[in-house]
């Protein structure tokens, strides 16, 4: 059966950084685009970084230039490296991958909560 499942989160302190990992038990992992979303309190769900199947990425411009998003096809895996962390980045994180298409697929983990503060 499909899962995802985030890890990495946590309390840090202002100016530190956190590595958030998705691991993704489906089949043709590949062959999916991977999306990080967060949702913090008070505030509308956002896309904060993409991947796609092909390795081309984006970022929420708030993010450009602290965060990294990667992926590791051969252990269905992706990450977001996020440095220089701010208060504004508090928020439950949540990988999702998806493909579309004929054999279009969506996916969610269960969010892991980054807490960014002193």
């Known amino acids: 059966q499909e899962q995802i499942v985030e890890s990495g989160g946590g309390l840090v302190l202002p100016g530190g950084s956190l590595r958030l990992s998705c691991a993704a038990s489906?089949?043709?992992?590949?062959?999916?685009?991977m999306k990080w979303y967060r949702h913090g309190p008070g505030k509308q769900r956002e896309l904060v970084a993409m991947i796609t199947s092909r390795g081309a990425t984006n970022y929420l411009e708030s993010v450009k230039g602290r965060f990294i998003i990667s992926r590791d096809n051969a252990k269905n895996a992706g990450y977001l490296q996020m440095n220089n962390l701010t208060p504004e980045d508090t928020a439950v994180y949540y990988c999702?991958?998806?493909?579309?298409?004929?054999?279009?697929?969506?996916?969610w983990g269960q969010g892991t909560q980054v807490t960014v503060a002193s």
């Open positions: 489906v089949s043709g992992f590949n062959m999916y685009d």
């Open positions: 999702n991958v998806n493909r579309y298409g004929v054999l279009a697929r969506d996916y």
